[in-house]
């Protein structure tokens, strides 16, 4: 793993973040990092949008940014290579997707296989996709979630490393449903970005094995009074 030297000498994991929106999962990682709890590098934040929130959010931090705007590019493959072009000039050790609204091939996905991590506001497998609280809240389930998931070929289908669930409440509507979840996910994805960081949580071979251990297809339970 590459790592660069801080000031106190300690070794640091070299984490990018993309980005496509609001980047409130960028603000708690910035938090995170910033409060001492998250021992990484941001190293740059790309965004696929130009001039969104999170892009402020990065530069307010003095974290460099890029825009890959995708409506450049006359195809997925072209965009792909541009921005893994963009990324790889970072060297990061970890790409973090945090609200990065775009399909991904496969090409890209092999590249940084078991080094991108990706957070989906559903517990997966349930809900892949768009609209998961909308969705939820039609199929009447009782519970809902979200989970931090290794990036793979297949759309929100790369094995979960970490599930936190959430009641669904009879006054739900997607909205409040929805910031109930988020509050979760800047929870859990700063711990999943540590874990990865302390070489606790890896992919191998397909399955995520946490401290060594193989997790099942829920990944590893987040409880709710578990934090950074
Ligand atoms: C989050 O709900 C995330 O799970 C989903 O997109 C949303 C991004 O929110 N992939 P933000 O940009 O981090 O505020």
Do not use: C
Not at 167 to 192: G, M, S
């Amino acid at each position: 793993m590459t790592v660069t030297q801080s000031a106190s000498s300690q070794p640091r994991t070299r984490v990018l973040v993309l980005i496509s929106g609001n980047g409130s999962n960028l603000q708690a990682l910035i938090d995170a990092q910033r409060s001492g709890t998250l021992p990484v590098e941001l190293v740059a934040v790309i965004s696929n949008r130009p001039g969104v929130k999170g892009l402020q959010r990065a530069e307010s931090a003095g974290i460099p940014t890029e825009v890959v705007d995708h409506t450049l590019f006359d195809n997925r493959d072209n965009f792909d290579q541009a921005l893994q072009q963009t990324i790889d000039a970072y060297a990061p050790d970890l790409v973090v997707l945090a609200g990065f609204m775009r399909i991904l091939t496969e090409r890209f996905t092999h590249h940084y296989h078991g080094r991108m991590l990706n957070i989906h506001p559903s517990l997966l497998p349930k809900y892949q996709g768009l609209n998961t609280h909308e969705r939820v809240l039609q199929a009447g389930d009782a519970e809902h979630g979200v989970s931090v998931h290794f990036v793979t070929a297949e759309l929100d289908g790369g094995p979960v490393a970490l599930q936190a669930r959430v009641p669904v409440l009879p006054d739900d509507d997607a909205n409040r449903l929805a910031q109930r979840v988020l509050q979760q996910e800047h929870r859990i994805y700063p711990l999943a970005v540590k874990w990865f960081a302390q070489g606790r949580l890896r992919m191998v071979d397909g399955r995520v094995f946490m401290d060594s251990e193989p997790l099942g297809p829920s990944g590893y339970p987040i409880d709710n009074h578990a934090s950074i």
